[in-house]
């Protein structure tokens, strides 16, 4: 997974863009109307129910906007929340407050989404040893913050990108000619870049779980859009060689009966590519 240091160097970038988006050369908006020296308040309004997150990334936008802004936490993020919650209130220039106000909201609403949407699915999990990871099925320039909601939610991150593990999926082993020599291949680009990588490979039957676990150094294996059965029967071959993780169009409505067959994880492009929006509101006070 990445560092710490490389996460908060992912929200920076976020946040320079976003901001270099929608202002560009100055709110005109605010300019015209707001006296340079407005001081102001404003409190997040919450206007639904679920899990919020994304307070601390508003507090970092404001503090990007504005460092003189006086930011106050009244909830914490992954807190449970309904209609008429105020999640923080923050103080300071006027101005700051909207050209900031924007990016807080958007941010937030799609964020409190995932991390709804997660907490739903580990509450499905409860009782079973399996936990549920998102993937790289996510919005192209805000990884991070939805990789971050779903933490929140209470799931796990998958690897983060390309670059921090291996996953030979289907594609991958087709075109290197074979499990075998996909695996033997990125055991020697591996050893030659003296990288670091865990191997996580995809199995689309039984019969490519077995040739699997015929070689050494595989960290997990992806137990792709099996039935009940066969997931059991993989998981029984598989035992304490390596990890375990099922995917595949799993839903609400099937996800407990996989964690049932005893696998170690559970991947959901849904945490991040099908949520709505929750209701939030940045109000004056």
Request: proline share 1%; with cysteine; charged share 30%.
């Amino acid at each position: 997974m990445i560092s710490k240091e490389q996460f908060d160097q992912e929200l920076k970038g976020i946040i320079a863009n976003a901001i270099r988006e929608d202002v560009g050369d100055g709110d005109h908006s605010s300019l015209a109307c707001i006296p340079v020296g407005a001081k102001g308040k404003a409190k997040l309004l919450v206007k639904d129910e679920g899990i919020i997150a994304g307070i601390d990334f508003a507090n970092m936008v404001f503090d990007y906007v504005d460092k003189d802004m006086v930011f106050e936490k009244v909830l914490k993020d992954g807190a449970k929340v309904k209609y008429g919650d105020i999640a923080f209130y923050v103080e300071g220039s006027s101005r700051s407050i909207l050209m900031a106000e924007r990016l807080v909201l958007n941010a937030m609403q799609r964020m409190s989404a995932i991390a709804t949407k997660t907490r739903s699915y580990v509450d499905l999990l409860e009782g079973t040893k399996t936990k549920i990871l998102d993937t790289r099925k996510t919005t192209p320039g805000i990884r991070a913050l939805e990789k971050w909601a779903v933490k929140i939610g209470g799931g796990e991150n998958h690897r983060f990108a390309l670059y921090d593990m291996i996953m030979l999926k289907d594609n991958h082993i087709d075109f290197a000619g074979g499990i075998t020599k996909a695996i033997d291949m990125t055991k020697t680009y591996l050893k030659e870049t003296g990288k670091n990588l865990k191997i996580i490979v995809e199995a689309r039957n039984l019969n490519e779980i077995r040739e699997i676990l015929k070689s050494d150094g595989v960290y997990r294996i992806l137990i792709d859009n099996f039935n009940y059965e066969d997931t059991r029967e993989a998981v029984r071959l598989i035992g304490d060689k390596c990890l375990t993780e099922s995917s595949g169009g799993i839903t609400e409505a099937t996800i407990r009966k996989y964690a049932e067959c005893g696998v170690d994880y559970i991947s959901s492009g849904a945490l991040t590519h099908s949520v709505y929006n929750m209701d939030l509101s940045l109000k004056a006070v």
